[in-house]
């Protein structure tokens, strides 16, 4: 056999029996009945197919341990379902690359149909209870963003001090944040949803306070106004991205067209508030400094 068709199929291998650790360990961490035996099930595929693809390397290789600690590591903070889908998608990848070079093996296509369609359904079946709340995130997220980002952008320009627009962007952020949190309380009460109305609450409001205090910190880092203004925007796009990119993954959104969508709401609002607060500022002829 080809020497890089082998050198395929070993990577092959070694991502099946890491995998398939990855999996096992899963199973062993959850609670859920239903989720465990899910885990189990793809587990045994991927050491099945480790073996089939064992017949053709004649190796016994041993799995990747750095993968699987980042990986368990990941779900630990991430949730089982973002990583299992990471995983997923980074496979599906590398089977698209190699699908030339796999084409005269039967067998081994025969293997990376059955994964792909059996892994997808049962993937999609997998409940896990912090996506029931990832509204509630996007809620405290989203708000935070759009109306602080204006916010401190309205207050820059009109106080253009470091010290009264951190002191201010404080008081908003937290007034809002509680204020979002009772709201989210309520609208969660009226529906009929497996949510906890005071846990979809108290996400929301920790959510918005977070992003608070990551908007404000470069306020607090450097007396220029203009360049913590800068630093709270690079901040928001950040969160933005990192936040729809994990979204886009764990339930399985469009990822460009959500993030180029927020961020233009974001730079928008900014823009519009920086204005405002000019404009207040000259026609009242306040000056602070």
Do not use: C
């Not at 600690?69 to 089982?80: E, M, R, W, Y």
């Not at 630093?231 to 399985?252: E, G």
């Amino acid at each position: 056999m080809d020497k890089k068709l082998i050198m395929i199929l070993e990577k092959m291998q070694k991502n099946e029996i890491t995998e398939y650790f990855v999996y096992k360990k899963l199973s062993e961490w959850e609670r859920d009945e239903r989720n465990k035996k899910i885990f189990l099930e793809i587990a045994e595929d991927e050491l099945k197919h480790f073996n089939q693809l064992k017949d053709y390397t004649k190796k016994d290789l041993k799995p990747d341990k750095i993968k699987i600690f980042l990986t368990l590591f990941l779900t630990k903070i991430l949730g089982f379902t973002f990583t299992t889908k990471l995983m997923e998608r980074g496979e599906d990848r590398a089977i698209e690359g190699y699908s030339d070079l796999l084409s005269s093996l039967p067998n081994i296509n025969k293997i990376i149909e059955e994964e792909k369609t059996h892994e997808q359904k049962l993937l999609e079946i997998l409940d896990e209870e912090r996506l029931h709340y990832v509204g509630s995130i996007v809620l405290g997220l989203s708000d935070a963003l759009v109306e602080l980002t204006g916010t401190l952008a309205g207050l820059t320009f009109a106080f253009q001090n470091n010290k009264l627009i951190s002191l201010s962007g404080l008081v908003t952020g937290i007034s809002a944040a509680l204020s979002m949190a009772g709201s989210e309380y309520l609208s969660t009460k009226a529906e009929s949803s497996e949510r906890n109305p005071l846990k979809a609450a108290i996400i929301t409001g920790i959510t918005y306070i977070i992003t608070v205090i990551i908007l404000i910190f470069p306020y607090l880092l450097t007396p220029n106004y203009a360049l913590s203004l800068v630093l709270a925007l690079v901040s928001s796009i950040l969160l933005v991205l990192i936040f729809n990119y994990y979204i886009s993954v764990a339930k399985d959104l469009d990822f460009k067209k959500r993030f180029v969508e927020m961020s233009i709401i974001i730079f928008s609002v900014s823009f519009i508030s920086f204005a405002i607060g000019l404009i207040i500022k000259r026609v009242l002829g306040i000056n602070l400094d």
